[in-house]
């Protein structure tokens, strides 16, 4: 007979990586019920990209804009705070800035000493993943601590199908 391995440590601290996706509502629900269930805490963060993928004009500096991007970040992540403390879950956030996500997601959790992992899939296939390769399949090689990923449904292909607001938290 086999003999069934299990995790035994209770997560503590939890983190979510946000990055306002369709995914990122079925990632943050989950991650609540899992810091509920283990009463631990939540960190949501997101990644500000160092080079903004937006394009202006030469006379806005770029430090503007990702000063401008920061406080769009921090304002949607506080919302999703305040809607877990009315929950009775501790929840943190951080805006990291930088290039390199995979690698700012494995100093967030080494730095705020995070239990478990919660991250989502894009369901995205096609060149761009297949030669670039995902930020959840990067991260999942090299992570230490335990994961959870959840895999996303591919996106809709057409006509725009209306997102239910009703569980977002933003």
Known sequence: MSQ??????TP?????PIDFSPSTQPALNTAADLA???HASLHLMHVLSVFPTTTYPDFVPEQVVLQKANAYAESRLAKCVKALEAKDIKATLSVEVANDI???ILEVIEREHIDLLVISTHGISGWHPMIFGSIAEKVIKVVECPLLLLRSPKPEVGPMVPARRSMEWW
Request: hydrophobic content about 35%; proline content about 6%; aromatic content about 12%.
């Open 4 to 9: 069934v391995h299990s995790y035994h440590a």
């Open 36 to 38: 509920k269930h283990f």
């Open 102 to 104: 995979p690698t700012t």
């Open 12 to 16: 503590k601290k939890i983190l979510l």
